[in-house]
């Protein structure tokens, strides 16, 4: 039971560059979500899912994109890589409702240069 | 607006040194708030949920607690390994939905 986990660990990206985090959890929970860690700021929830198949805006979805076809992932986009979106990446998930805690992930540590 | 402050930013304890952690908000529509410990590069892990003024939960050094305005994070006789950073969150119920709003958190750091 690996949990929920995350690819790449690190990136590194030039300015207009596309690419996609990739987040899978084992845990059969319906609730996904990516958030975003800057340095004195707390978590900033960017999209989240409620079930295979739907996505939703959060905070800050500006400039990224999301998908999940399948229950287990829950994909993130960047189109066209800017120096703000340098930045930690966190997925998580939570069951199937809204209250219970959510599950993270090891985090994906991207610099867009 | 909602917003949720941690305090202190950073705290140094001696081992065995007890103190509390503060998060306080002000916000509408409290569902619950959530603590959760975040190690260096790793993310964050859950610790506890509170969900109404007056309730308390505990697991080993740590006791969570909560108020109408504030909870509070209480560290018993601290070791070197409980040195993390502490974040709390709030679940808010808006239209349409649900919300999590994060703090900032606490750094903490325990000398031996």
């Known amino acids: 039971n690996a949990g929920v986990t995350q690819t790449p660990k690190f990136r590194v990206l030039k300015t207009g560059q596309s690419m996609t985090l990739l987040c899978a959890q084992d845990?059969?929970?319906?609730?996904m979500y990516w958030y975003r860690q800057d340095p004195g700021m707390g978590l900033r929830l960017i999209h989240y899912s409620v079930g295979e198949g739907t996505t939703a805006k959060g905070e800050v979805p500006d400039g990224y994109n999301v998908s999940r076809l399948k229950k287990q992932n829950f994909l993130l986009g960047l189109e066209s890589a800017a120096p703000s979106q340098t930045s930690v990446y966190f997925c998580?998930?939570?069951?199937?409702?809204?209250?219970?805690?959510?599950?993270f992930g090891p985090g994906t540590r991207l610099t867009v240069t | 607006e909602d917003q949720v402050t941690q305090s202190p930013e950073a705290l140094r304890l001696q081992e065995g040194e007890s103190s509390s952690l503060n998060c306080s908000y002000t916000v509408s529509g409290l569902r619950g708030l959530f603590w959760y410990r975040q190690d260096p590069g790793k993310g964050p892990e859950f610790l506890f949920t509170l969900y109404s003024a007056g309730e308390e939960k505990e697991k080993e050094r740590l006791k969570a607690t909560l108020t109408k305005k504030e909870s509070f994070l209480h560290i018993t006789a601290p070791k070197p390994e409980d040195s993390a950073t502490y974040l709390c969150a709030v679940l808010l119920e808006v239209t349409g939905g649900f919300k999590t709003i994060f703090g900032a958190g606490t750094r903490l750091f325990v000398k031996a």
């Open positions: 845990m059969n929970h319906e609730y």
């Open positions: 998580a998930s939570s069951s199937d409702r809204a209250t219970y805690e959510q599950y």
